[in-house]
């Protein structure tokens, strides 16, 4: 866990470890692992005395349930490698009005890593699905937190469709290395665009369902908004409540730092970034130095696959000394942009992309 850096670390619960970066420690174009956040909702499995013989069950609405070693899984399937990014559900949570349940994530519960393993189709397809398959369930090796609320570890699932994309990885690599403990290692799901919730660590079972899931992380208000925009604060419908799937449109600026100090007479900034669009691409992002009066189309860098962020730079004119409020704004391909305020309001506080802002002083 403190292989992270430790500057500008926020840690956002000790026990089960939650923690993440601020936006400018997040500059790379693939993020390290030492600035890639931290969401555990269950205790890291002990060690595992050796990686390769971890197991992966697979079963449930198969013809053939599986058991394979991490050793068959790399020697019998083909490993692909993406990057793409892993968002917690509720990063940006701290921004709603009220306050809602959670760690108050605010733009770092992101990251974007080069995830190495095996398709989950292709592992799915060995197992030979039953006609009735629609639905998966994860189940991880970690450890329930004792006296926590929460009774279980987390334990989610998708719709077969998803399961089925070429990006849905059963991954043992991040960023090239055996995939970190703290980090799911030595076996996790990696699944792109949907909330990070899906992507089970210290996987050990996938079950096949024909229904959907039920297991912590499914029912009530979990991982759930409402179809229709609800009042802040007010009382949840369930029946009106609909399970997240792709997360929404987001940017974050990774330079300069918010609060940065620039020499007297600059007239000019440097301004980079990442935006992301959960399913969808990235189309454009714009920037702006004066809070969104005027705005400037920012240079993108292609994403390398399907779920990959991209990286944006611009250069912003400065018109005096003094403090400036700089903003991204990122739009999807379908047209739909970050909004300015915070909506979309949710008992649990998910899916808040309201613009990114930062302030730099001159002078
Ligand atoms: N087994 C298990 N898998 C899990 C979790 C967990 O608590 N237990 N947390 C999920 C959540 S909510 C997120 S956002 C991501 C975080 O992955 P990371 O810690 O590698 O960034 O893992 C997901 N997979
Ligand atoms: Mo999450």
Redesign the pocket.
């Known amino acids: 866990m403190l292989a992270f850096d430790k500057d500008d670390l926020t840690i956002l619960g000790e026990t089960?470890f939650v923690a993440e970066m601020p936006a400018h420690r997040l500059d790379d174009d693939t993020t390290p692992i030492r600035r890639?956040?931290?969401?555990?909702?269950?205790l890291v499995p002990p060690p595992c005395a050796d990686p390769e013989a971890w197991t992966l069950v697979v079963d449930g609405e198969v013809e053939r349930p599986l058991a394979l070693t991490l050793a068959e899984l790399k020697r019998d399937f083909r490993p692909r490698t993406f990057r793409m990014v892993?968002e917690?559900?509720g990063n940006g949570r701290a921004f709603f009005q009220p306050p809602t349940r959670g760690n108050a994530w605010t733009q770092g519960?992101v990251?974007c890593a080069e995830w190495t393993g095996v398709p989950l189709a292709d592992v799915l397809a060995a197992a030979r699905p039953t006609g009735a398959a629609r639905h998966t369930a994860h189940h991880?090796a970690?450890l329930p937190v004792p006296g926590h609320p929460a009774p279980e570890?987390?334990s989610r699932g998708m719709p077969i469709a998803k399961a089925l994309e070429p990006h849905t990885l059963v991954a043992y690599a991040m960023n090239g290395e055996a995939l970190p403990a703290?980090?799911?290692g030595p076996l996790?799901l990696v699944v792109g665009g949907w909330?990070?919730?899906l992507?089970?660590?210290?996987l050990t079972r996938i079950a096949l369902r024909d229904r959907e899931h039920d297991g912590p992380g499914m029912t009530g208000t979990a991982y759930r908004v409402p179809r229709r925009p609800m009042v802040p604060g007010a009382e949840p419908d369930l029946a009106d409540f609909r399970i997240i799937e792709s997360m929404p449109v987001r940017s974050i600026v990774t330079t300069p730092a918010d609060g940065a100090r620039l020499p007297a007479g600059t007239r000019a900034v440097s301004v980079r970034g990442a935006a992301w669009a959960g399913d969808l691409e990235v189309d454009r992002v714009d920037v702006t130095a004066d809070g969104g009066a005027t705005w400037v189309a920012a240079e993108l860098q292609p994403a390398r696959n399907r779920y990959d962020w991209r990286r944006f730079a611009a250069t912003l004119r400065l018109p005096s000394d003094g403090y400036h409020r700089i903003m991204a704004r990122a739009t999807d391909s379908e047209g739909r942009a970050q909004p300015s305020v915070p909506v979309g309001w949710n008992p649990q506080g998910y899916g808040c992309n309201v613009m990114h802002g930062i302030a730099v002083v001159v002078g």
């Open positions: 089960p890639f956040y931290v969401r555990n909702n269950g892993l917690c559900g519960g990251g991880g970690d570890p987390l703290v980090h799911g996790r909330p990070g919730s992507s089970q660590k210290w």
